[in-house]
């Protein structure tokens, strides 16, 4: 199957600051980008779609100005959580598409986030 | 909204026996895919097994196969075998077919798979 590379894998981070997770589709243009948020022990949940070129499509309840969310090129998407807070210490994960009918979406590593 | 129902958070299973873990879903579109995703310890989602909602004939991979009831709405994953590496969260999840179709996967609870030795 096709590649995504997730970084950072863990990152701690002070209260107050921003940090920015990277997703890479490395061998396929992925057209559109999705981003989950994983609690322990619980499914994924989705945050938000993006489409490359275009604004990010948010799910109900997150909010679009504390998760910021890129995707300029085909092969790269990001997301920045800003002015984090402890509670949004969590694992990120992200897939990508080609967004073709019949193709499956693919996985990143995930990153661990923790807000001290 | 689609919807992805696991019922069963947790199950085990003894080495080299076979386990079903369950899966039901609502929708009201008649094309979609289902797939059952695996996440082990690392976290790393990897895919189990997809099926397509138009083909009848049951999705298998080696020791992975599928029961795929659409009437019912059902869609169980049958683990032939167990082997101690299948050991991990097995997620069920629902993705539209259709053209003006939603693209982003909808996952249901998760079941944590145990297998003994």
């Known amino acids: 199957g096709a590649v995504v590379s997730q970084h950072p894998s863990r990152v701690i981070c002070k209260s107050g600051t921003s940090v920015k997770i990277e997703c890479r589709s490395l061998d396929f243009q992925a057209t559109t980008m999705f981003w989950y948020r994983q609690f322990p022990k619980q499914s994924l949940m989705l945050m938000a779609t993006?489409?490359?070129?275009?604004?990010?499509?948010?799910e109900q309840g997150v909010e679009k100005d504390k998760f910021l969310i890129n995707h300029a090129s085909l092969t790269l998407s990001t997301l920045t959580v800003t002015s984090a807070h402890p509670e949004d210490s969590s694992f990120y994960i992200c897939?990508?598409?080609?967004?073709?009918?019949?193709?499956?979406?693919?996985f990143g590593q995930g990153t661990r986030l923790t807000v001290v | 909204a689609q919807t992805v129902t696991q019922s069963q958070p947790e199950m085990s299973v003894q080495e080299a026996e076979t386990v079903t873990l369950s899966c039901t879903y609502d929708?009201?579109?008649?094309?979609?895919?289902l797939f059952w995703y695996k996440q082990p310890p690392s976290r790393q989602m990897i895919l189990v097994i997809r099926?397509?909602?138009?083909?009848?004939q049951n999705a298998t991979e080696n020791r992975f196969s599928v029961n795929f009831q659409k009437a019912a709405k059902s869609f169980s994953l049958k683990i032939s075998d167990s082997q101690l590496g299948d050991a991990a969260m097995y997620f069920c999840a629902y993705r539209s077919a259709e053209i003006q179709g939603a693209q982003k996967l909808v996952f249901g609870q998760g079941t944590r798979l145990t297998i003994n030795p």
């Open positions: 897939s990508a598409s080609s967004g073709l009918q019949n193709t499956e979406a693919f």
């Open positions: 929708t009201s579109e008649s094309d979609y895919y």
């Open positions: 993006s489409n490359e070129g275009s604004k990010a499509t948010y």
């Open positions: 099926q397509e909602a138009y083909k009848q």
